[in-house]
């Protein structure tokens, strides 16, 4: 179908947001994505829903304007992360409230035909096209010695991925889901906040500051609520490292190689 949509609310890596019917907006996906990852998606979000964690409804894939777009709830909030920026005297209890939050996914179980976790760090390790040979080959060595797991794990879980809104939290963004060890999901978050510091990703030092502070009190948050892990969460971090690297994000490169360097050595 041809439509007049305006100007997007909101935009993403894969998408722009649209507007739609009353209490719907539309995710309306580049042209690059393929059709199959849009049904994925579409299937995540329809298990996520079914497991009761808060997360917007989801319902069908339409065309629009010779693309490929997915009906979900309109949420009407702002994400912890604008709202640690405004509100920086808050970050604890924002820091509680995420691992509270990822916890409670990780004790889901779903059933629904999505990818398992291992599988998806080998083939995003060896799609690393800035990971050097013989780290790939130490880091697949590493990966295959770590346990299994088959709990919902979101697998891009930070501040910008919770929408803080009148009927509470709402988690957003599940491309990345999987099936697996809810300690190598939660190494994934540390990458992704570690290294947005390290990589001047964040320009401001109190800014800086206050993620690291953040960060730290999240995770001994997640290990109050879900005792025992730490030194097999820190054997985590190189492998999700090396994974990081198949994402291309040229900043990162040096220190994502580093992380895995010194880890795998040690």
């Keep these: 179908m041809n439509e007049k949509l305006g100007q997007p609310i909101a935009y993403g890596r ?18 690059w994505l393929g059709l199959e990852a ?10 996520v829903e079914a497991s009761g964690l808060p997360v917007p409804a989801v319902g069908d894939i339409i065309g629009v304007n010779e693309r490929n777009g997915l009906i979900y709830q309109r949420v009407t909030g702002v994400s912890m992360l604008a709202m640690m920026e405004r509100r920086p005297w808050r970050i604890f209890g924002y820091a509680r409230r995420m691992a509270e939050l990822h916890v409670a996914m990780h004790e889901c179980r779903v059933e629904v035909d999505i990818p398992n976790q291992r599988q ?11 990971l050097p040979a013989d780290l790939r080959s ?16 979101h697998g891009d879980f930070h501040p910008d991925n919770i929408l803080l809104t009148e009927q509470g939290e709402m988690i957003i963004d599940w491309m990345d889901a999987s099936l697996g060890n809810p300690l190598a999901d939660l190494a994934r978050t540390t990458i992704i906040s570690r290294g947005a510091v390290a990589a ?9 500051m206050a993620v690291r502070l ?3 009190r999240y995770i001994r ?21 090396a994974a990081r690297l198949s994402e291309g994000i040229p900043e990162l490169e040096r220190w994502l190689v580093a992380q895995s360097y010194a880890s795998i050595s040690a």
């Design 221 to 241: 948050h997640y290990f109050a609520l879900r005792p025992g892990g730490e030194a097999e969460y820190g054997r985590w971090l190189p492998v999700v490292a």
């Design 120 to 130: 998806r760090l080998s083939y995003k390790i060896n799609q690393a096209a800035a």
């Design 200 to 208: 001047g990703q964040i320009p401001k030092r109190w800014q800086r």
């Design 138 to 153: 130490k880091v697949l060595v590493a990966l295959e010695r770590m346990p299994d797991g088959n709990r919902l794990c």
């Design 214 to 216: 953040f960060h730290d």
């Design 38 to 47: 849009i049904q994925y998606e579409q299937r995540i979000a329809q298990a």
């Design 14 to 31: 894969t998408a722009e947001i649209y507007a739609w019917d009353e209490g719907q907006v539309l995710k309306l996906f580049y042209d």
